[in-house]
């Protein structure tokens, strides 16, 4: 369970803020004053603290100090009554993760401290590159591959993770790029400093500028106070771009330029920021056709091709599938209370021959959909989605043509099975069925997609994430989970 820490003498923000945030994956600590929190954040460790900058002890800046030298890798947010937010806005830049004004709204409250929560698990939680192949260790995740090419990836890692050297990660979606960015990040002399992650398909082209650079009041509509951007914050440690082959050219051409002076400009803003980042990158996409079709910049493709770290597919990886599955029946049969220690020929026989087009995140959707269903200690091909068992093909004839849906069988089949989640698991399917014939007809273009599902953009891209989907090309979408 993850622990937010909350510091503020006003005894009725304390309770609001724990009635809304604590559940059953967030327990809630609070504290009156700031000596008081220093005690809580040493005795109780939170993943994240959201305080005060006016307290009856100390400034919000003294108590962002303190809580740096015990642990700088938990993030701070800091909340103001003050619309400047002036003392917030310099604690960010020595800092702070982010600063609210009060009293904040409760859905931004929630998305934000979410944020955080993802953050310190990126900082804190360890991707280890072993020698050999242990048991997971409890204080981190692990990798595990023996098959050459993956030996070639934990090779890389350990030659350039001690080097300031900026990293291009390469691979399909689901291969694992964010925890090679985090082995690196962990093995590097930058491990006691931030490592911010952002998704740069996942937030919208005109705020992307801003979340990476900042910007000052009044830079567009909706700026109505200065905001800090991430290579501000990261000042000092790691920023991981993810899909960095989705960004404008406008942005690239503003990456290009910290990457060759490490300064830049806040949008809206004259004055240079300084800034000591190292940068590491990652996408599916292929950067050298983007070149040549002059989507994606030439000169930037070479400041971020110093080292590059090839992930394969699981597909060519196949000899890994056993180390994998046993890796995941390990990390869940506890959280799922499941005693699964064994594989039968059958399952393992299933998992070892599909394609898997979603890679390691698939498998380990996979898996987990199995410990649910598990009866036993031994995980069976009945226990496996029904794509996965063997001979499942839907019943009362042939397959139906791709784009064709076959709900009523699946419905059948699913009611013979004893399925006790019928309606989220036929809605999951339309909705995958849906969003590749329309990104399919749209060649991937997901701005028109979009348009003819009625839905926004960021919806569009959080309902692919969610069922795995990706669009590998202009004309194909990948699926990365049952």
């Known amino acids: 369970?993850?622990?937010?820490?909350?510091?503020?003498?006003?005894?009725?923000?304390?309770?609001?803020?724990?009635?809304?945030?604590?559940?059953?994956?967030?327990?809630?600590?609070?504290?009156?004053?700031?000596?008081?929190?220093?005690?809580?954040?040493?005795?109780?460790?939170?993943?994240?603290?959201?305080?005060?900058?006016?307290?009856?002890?100390?400034?919000?800046?003294?108590?962002?100090?303190?809580?740096?030298?015990?642990?700088?890798?938990?993030?701070?947010?800091?909340?103001?009554g003050h619309g400047?937010?002036?003392?917030?806005?310099?604690?960010m830049r020595r800092g702070a993760f982010d600063y609210l004004l009060?009293?904040?709204?409760?859905?931004?409250?929630?998305?934000?401290?979410?944020?955080?929560?993802?953050?310190?698990?990126?900082?804190?939680?360890?991707?280890?590159?072993?020698?050999?192949?242990?048991?997971?260790?409890?204080?981190?995740?692990?990798?595990?591959?023996?098959?050459?090419?993956?030996?070639?990836?934990?090779?890389?890692?350990?030659?350039?993770a001690p080097t300031p050297a900026t990293v291009l990660i390469r691979g399909e979606s689901g291969t694992g790029k964010e925890m090679v960015a985090r082995a690196i990040y962990h093995y590097s002399k930058r491990a006691d400093k931030p490592f911010l992650a952002i998704n740069c398909s996942a937030i919208p082209e005109q705020l992307l500028e801003s979340e990476l650079f900042g910007h000052e009041r009044g830079a567009f509509t909706g700026a109505d106070r200065k905001r800090i951007g991430k290579f501000e914050q990261c000042d000092g440690g790691t920023l991981f771009l993810d899909e960095i082959g989705d960004m404008t050219p406008l942005t690239q051409a503003k990456i290009l330029r910290v990457l060759q002076e490490q300064r830049f400009e806040r949008v809206g803003g004259s004055e240079t920021v300084v800034t000591d980042v190292r940068l590491i990158a990652a996408t599916h996409r292929d950067l050298e056709g983007m070149i040549a079709a002059g989507t994606f910049r030439e000169d930037l493709f070479y400041r971020l091709n110093v080292c590059t770290v090839r992930l394969p597919p699981l597909r060519e990886r196949t000899e890994d599938i056993p180390l994998l599955v046993d890796l995941f029946l390990r990390r869940y049969r506890g959280e799922f209370g499941k005693e699964v220690r064994a594989v039968a020929p059958?399952?393992?026989?299933?998992?070892?021959?599909?394609?898997?087009?979603?890679?390691?995140?698939q498998l380990q959707s996979v898996v987990?959909?199995?410990?649910?269903?598990?009866?036993?200690?031994?995980?069976?091909?009945?226990?496996?989605?029904?794509?996965?068992?063997?001979?499942?093909?839907?019943?009362g004839g042939p397959?139906?043509?791709?784009?064709?849906?076959?709900?009523?069988?699946?419905?059948?089949?699913?009611?013979?099975?004893?399925?006790?989640?019928?309606?989220?698991?036929?809605?999951?399917?339309?909705?995958?069925?849906?969003?590749?014939?329309?990104?399919?007809?749209?060649?991937?273009?997901?701005?028109?997609?979009?348009?003819?599902?009625?839905?926004?953009?960021?919806?569009?891209?959080?309902?692919?994430?969610?069922?795995?989907?990706?669009v590998e090309t202009r004309s194909t979408v990948a699926e990365h989970s049952p």
Not at 56 to 69: I, N, T, V
Not at 370 to 392: F, K, M, N, Q, V
Request: net charge negative; glycine share 8%; with cysteine.
């Open 1 to 80: 369970m993850a622990r937010l820490l909350v510091i503020d003498d006003d005894l009725l923000v304390l309770q609001a803020i724990a009635l809304t945030l604590e559940g059953d994956n967030l327990q809630v600590d609070t504290a009156g004053s700031g000596a008081d929190g220093i005690t809580a954040f040493t005795t109780r460790r939170p993943d994240v603290v959201l305080c005060d900058v006016r307290l009856p002890d100390l400034s919000g800046l003294e108590l962002l100090a303190r809580l740096k030298e015990i642990d700088p890798k938990v993030p701070v947010v800091l909340m103001t």
């Open 84 to 91: 400047t937010a002036e003392t917030a806005i310099e604690a």
């Open 102 to 160: 009060k009293p904040p709204d409760p859905d931004h409250l929630a998305e934000l401290i979410g944020r955080a929560l993802e953050v310190s698990r990126l900082m804190r939680v360890p991707a280890r590159v072993p020698d050999a192949q242990p048991a997971p260790p409890a204080d981190g995740d692990l990798f595990v591959g023996n098959a050459p090419a993956m030996q070639e990836v934990f090779k890389t890692i350990g030659r350039v």
């Open 346 to 361: 059958a399952a393992a026989d299933a998992l070892r021959t599909f394609a898997w087009p979603g890679n390691v995140r």
């Open 368 to 395: 987990k959909q199995a410990l649910l269903a598990a009866a036993g200690p031994t995980l069976t091909a009945a226990d496996l989605p029904p794509e996965l068992r063997p001979g499942s093909g839907p019943p």
């Open 399 to 470: 397959a139906p043509a791709r784009g064709e849906s076959d709900v009523l069988g699946f419905v059948r089949r699913r009611l013979a099975e004893g399925s006790s989640n019928l309606y989220a698991e036929v809605v999951e399917r339309v909705e995958r069925e849906v969003l590749t014939e329309v990104l399919t007809h749209t060649h991937g273009n997901i701005t028109r997609a979009a348009q003819l599902l009625g839905i926004t953009r960021p919806t569009l891209r959080s309902k692919l994430a969610h069922l795995g989907l990706a």
